[in-house]
């Protein structure tokens, strides 16, 4: 399911079913001469549909435009970057509306700088704001010091796993720490290169690699598809168990 072409009915169904939100965190940034400006968007995009085929989600618009950073390419490259501080709070009040709607099972998954699982800039823009807009909501539907009132004395007992109100936005990588480990993680270079090759071939072309000559492009010349599959059956693994 797809949230743009849902109606109240489907919406209504996937709050009760506690049925996943996905939401993928998408940037547009420079990847070298070969690959398109939207890979990590894509990457994810690709991945996420891959588990609706198995899984039951419904899968929110992706929010493309994001703190990509000018790191690997200047501001002429073509690089769009959104200051952290304005994105933070953009995201904010996408989350509190999705909150406010009755959703309680939102992902959102990222490609963009998540080696090793690290807390780049746009993955904490993400989980501060979700932790923002998940506090204030409480605040605001249940009353200041909810928390310290009598009627949750049992909060560490009912407000555990599913129900404990922090995880109802998670913020999670398109690839584990364990699968980057098992098969390779880069930016540009032999592995996304691969990986977004596997999930949307016309969105890499290799014989544009000598236009621009870039230390971490250079592996690219090693991208394959079956380099790609063996990335996106890992990932979609990980991912449908990381998905609940």
């Avoid at 929110?60 to 959104?82: E, F, L, M, N, Q």
């Avoid at 304005?86 to 996408?94: C, K, L, M, R």
């Avoid at 409480?138 to 010091?145: K, M, S, V």
């Amino acid at each position: 399911m797809e949230l743009n072409h849902s109606f109240p009915r489907e919406v209504k169904y996937v709050q009760e079913k506690n049925i996943p939100l996905v939401i993928v965190g998408g940037t547009v940034e420079y990847h070298g001469a070969h690959c398109s400006y939207g890979c990590d968007t894509l990457v994810a995009e690709g991945l996420v549909n891959l588990v609706a085929k198995e899984k039951e989600l419904m899968i929110a618009p992706t929010i493309a435009y994001s703190p990509s950073s000018y790191a690997v390419g200047g501001r002429k490259s073509g690089t769009v970057h959104v200051p952290e501080r304005a994105f933070e709070d953009y995201v904010y009040y996408v989350f509190k509306s999705l909150l406010y709607s009755g959703y309680r099972n939102i992902y959102v998954v990222i490609h963009h700088q998540f080696e090793q699982e690290h807390e780049m800039p746009m993955t904490l823009c993400y989980r501060t704001a979700a932790k923002r807009a998940t506090m204030e909501y409480l605040e605001e539907t249940l009353g200041e010091g909810w928390w310290g009132s009598e009627s949750y004395s049992n909060y560490y007992e009912e407000m555990e796993g599913d129900n404990d109100p922090f995880s109802w936005i998670k913020v999670i990588p398109t690839m584990s720490t364990a699968v980057q480990n098992a098969t390779g993680y880069d930016h540009a270079g032999k592995y996304e290169t691969s990986i977004l090759m596997s999930l949307y071939p016309d969105s890499v072309d290799l014989s544009r690699l000598g236009d621009i000559k870039h230390w971490f492009t250079e592996a690219a010349k090693d991208a394959s598809t079956k380099i790609g599959d063996e990335m996106v059956a890992k990932s979609v693994e990980y991912l449908k168990q990381a998905i609940k």
